[in-house]
């Protein structure tokens, strides 16, 4: 392979990426990598955190283009190739780039190194603003659309088009954003969005319509092979299964539904209570052990065992997000309690409808489940905010548009193993043991050099050395780990739970962005976006009481940007009058 190759260089504490030029060889490695750390080159020890590279310390002498390096960056699934460096840094020097000050660089450069820019309000289009800030921050999808090519002038066409030149305009500039050519697309496109009030003013639409709709349109013109490997370069057909488009290639859910008729299950439990009730009656021997059963209790068991059955029917189907069933809305009976989103979504995937029995020859009961059975590298939730209410008593009986204000909390992970089908929890399951085994072997490693250096400090009359060498055992176990990942030579099938997937997958995602609402009114109200900063500040402390980060974020108020906090998005959980959540996009974590 030629040309260069992303490299994520860890130095103790420190990360940063690099292009790695493969033409300079390894001692233009060490040279680029002196330049950024102040390491000399005869100190630094590198070996490979990533599968595929050279086997440990890497030598002076090491022709680097021997190595498939394509082959390298497909086992991280496109992601920069993990490198460790070991070595002190010699006495710092001046810097030797020159200083540029922010007035001097032009508007683009500028928009990265400030706060994103937003959206002007265009007549109640909050709703369509919220959800562009949320998809800004998904690059695979904006490669996608980068290599799509209209080939007629439409409506749909217009769409898509104007919401990528939107994309591209909001990193080019700090000033906000007027994304009226896209307005005028969305209401050509849906015409129930350009809907106007009595007094002619535009009226506010549903946030999660018009991303569903989106999705809709994106995935009938994003159905060639080019936008699916501009999305995901790395992905196998094997990955993509029956994914055609990228829409359904990046957000689509492979669901595995299963129907079982109650009627007979109800019979079956009968017919065991009275098996069970008669093999309490069986004969012991001398020694306890049970010897036979009484002829009822055998002939219960067979007609339990024997007996007519309708078998489960099991069918397949795609959608593009899971939803947290909010009770307390339109099923204002139900039994169960929903306070967190696990047990929200958990709701949704189970349910009962009337269904004809072919062996009852009539209608029946069925349990309807649902599992996962492919997982897709963006992950959407709805939470199930608003509902239709029957108003019989009113003149028109059309019902009025209801809004759920209790609260349900949600975590920055969703873990969605439980969720999965059989099959997936399996391949999902390797991950998560070899991880734990991983962590247990080296809070062993810890454990053992503390001991070590313990035993060391007693018999060195506590010297210096002997303090430096207990500081440096996390970079010990750390280098000993690259170490045996280095040396490997074959890798484990971990099997495949969906495309675009990180290597060693273990089902949870990591909340990058929310789209909210404000108000009790389910036909007004206000929307905003909330957004994981792509390029954190570096002040990441933990959440009070917590082991989470408080990690950098920003709020977008259609044109007006606001940095907040992780601890700040995870109170949007609803409960009162504040903005609550109402779609929640998360990425596969790695």
Same mark, same amino acid.
């Given at each position: 392979m030629s040309g260069t190759v992303p490299l994520n260089v860890k130095w103790g504490k420190e990360a940063f990426t690099m292009d790695f030029v493969v033409a300079g060889g390894v001692k233009g490695l060490k040279s680029e990598l002196e330049e950024k750390t102040n390491v000399p080159s005869d100190r630094m020890k590198l070996m490979p955190k990533s599968k595929g590279l050279w086997k440990g310390v890497l030598k002076d002498d090491f022709d680097l283009s021997t190595l498939d390096w394509q082959a390298a960056m497909a086992k991280s699934k496109g992601g920069p190739l993990q490198v460790l460096l070991m070595g002190s840094a010699a006495k710092l020097a001046a810097p030797k780039l020159k200083t540029v000050f922010l007035e001097d660089l032009p508007p683009e450069e500028i928009a990265k190194v400030q706060e994103p820019s937003g959206l002007e309000n265009l007549g109640n289009? @909050?709703?369509?603003?919220?959800?562009?800030? @949320?998809?800004?921050?998904?690059?695979q999808m904006r490669r996608g659309l980068e290599k799509y090519q209209?080939?007629?002038?439409?409506?749909?066409?217009?769409?898509?088009?104007?919401?990528?030149?939107?994309?591209?305009?909001?990193?080019?500039?700090?000033?906000?954003?007027?994304?009226?050519?896209?307005?005028?697309?969305?209401?050509?496109?849906?015409?129930?969005?350009?809907?106007?009030?009595?007094?002619?003013?535009?009226?506010?639409?549903?946030?999660?319509e018009f991303f569903s709709g989106l999705l809709t349109i994106a995935s009938t013109a994003?159905?060639?092979?080019? @936008?699916?490997?501009?999305?995901?370069?790395?992905?196998?057909d094997k990955e993509l299964g029956d994914a055609r488009n990228m829409v359904d290639a990046l957000f689509g859910l492979k669901m595995e539904e299963t129907l079982t008729c109650d009627e007979f299950d109800k019979k079956e439990d009968k017919k065991k209570d009275a098996a069970a009730k008669d093999d309490d009656k069986m004969d012991v021997d001398d020694?306890?052990?049970?010897?036979?059963?009484?002829?009822?209790?055998?002939?219960?068991?067979?007609a339990a065992n024997d007996g007519p059955k309708e078998a489960p029917v099991k069918s397949y189907d795609l959608h593009r997000k899971l939803v947290c069933n909010i009770q307390g809305g339109s099923d204002a009976g139900?039994?169960?309690?929903?306070?967190?989103?696990?047990?929200?979504?958990?709701?949704?995937?189970?349910?009962?409808?009337?269904?004809?029995?072919?062996?009852?020859?009539?209608?029946?009961? !069925?349990?309807?489940?649902?599992?996962?059975a492919r997982l897709p590298p963006i992950l959407t939730v709805q939470f199930g905010r608003f509902y239709w209410k029957a108003t019989p008593d009113s003149d028109d009986h059309a019902g009025v548009k209801c809004k759920v204000m209790k609260p349900v909390a949600f975590?920055?992970?969703?873990?969605?193993?439980?969720? @999965?089908?059989?099959?997936?929890?399996?391949?999902?399951?390797?991950?998560?043991?070899?991880?734990?085994?991983?962590?247990?072997?080296?809070?062993?490693?810890?454990?053992?050099?503390?001991?070590?250096?313990?035993?060391?400090d007693e018999a060195a009359d506590k010297k210096p050395a002997a303090a430096a060498d207990a500081s440096n055992d996390e970079d010990d176990a750390e280098l000993q780990a690259a170490l045996a990942i280095s040396m490997q030579t074959d890798d484990?099938?971990?099997?495949?739970?969906?495309?675009?997937?990180?290597?060693?997958?273990?089902?949870?995602?990591?909340?990058?962005?929310?789209?909210?609402?404000?108000?009790?009114?389910?036909?007004?109200?206000?929307?905003?976006? !909330?957004?994981?900063?792509?390029?954190?500040?570096?002040?990441?402390?933990?959440?009070?009481?917590t082991d989470e980060d408080n990690?950098? !974020?920003?709020?977008?108020?259609?044109?007006?940007?606001?940095p907040c906090k992780t601890e700040d998005v995870l109170k949007l959980k609803g409960g009162g009058d504040w903005h609550m959540s109402y779609l929640n996009f998360y990425r596969a974590k790695k």
């Open positions: 289009t @909050c709703y369509l603003n919220s959800v562009v800030q @949320c998809l800004r921050a998904v690059p209209p080939t007629a002038s439409t409506a749909q066409s217009l769409f898509l088009t104007s919401l990528r030149d939107t994309l591209q305009n909001l990193d080019r500039t700090t000033d906000p954003v007027a994304p009226s050519t896209f307005v005028r697309a969305t209401k050509m496109s849906f015409p129930q969005f350009a809907q106007t009030a009595r007094n002619g003013a535009p009226m506010q639409q549903d946030a999660e994003t159905s060639g092979d080019e @936008c699916i490997k501009a999305a995901l370069p790395f992905s196998t020694g306890g052990a049970a010897t036979a059963t009484t002829p009822a209790a055998a002939a219960a068991t067979a139900a039994q169960t309690n929903v306070n967190h989103i696990a047990e929200g979504i958990a709701l949704s995937l189970h349910g009962k409808i009337e269904k004809h029995s072919d062996v009852l020859g009539r209608n029946a009961i !069925w349990t309807r489940t649902q599992r996962i975590n920055n992970i969703l873990d969605v193993y439980e969720f @999965c089908s059989d099959e997936v929890k399996a391949t999902l399951k390797k991950a998560r043991d070899k991880a734990l085994k991983e962590e247990e072997d080296m809070i062993n490693r810890k454990l053992k050099g503390s001991v070590d250096a313990a035993g060391k484990e099938d971990f099997g495949v739970a969906g495309p675009g997937l990180p290597k060693e997958f273990q089902g949870q995602y990591e909340l990058f962005a929310v789209v909210t609402h404000k108000g009790r009114d389910a036909d007004g109200g206000h929307y905003m976006a !909330w957004v994981k900063a792509s390029n954190p500040s570096g002040n990441t402390d933990k959440i009070a009481d990690e950098d !974020w920003f709020v977008f108020d259609d044109d007006e940007v606001s």
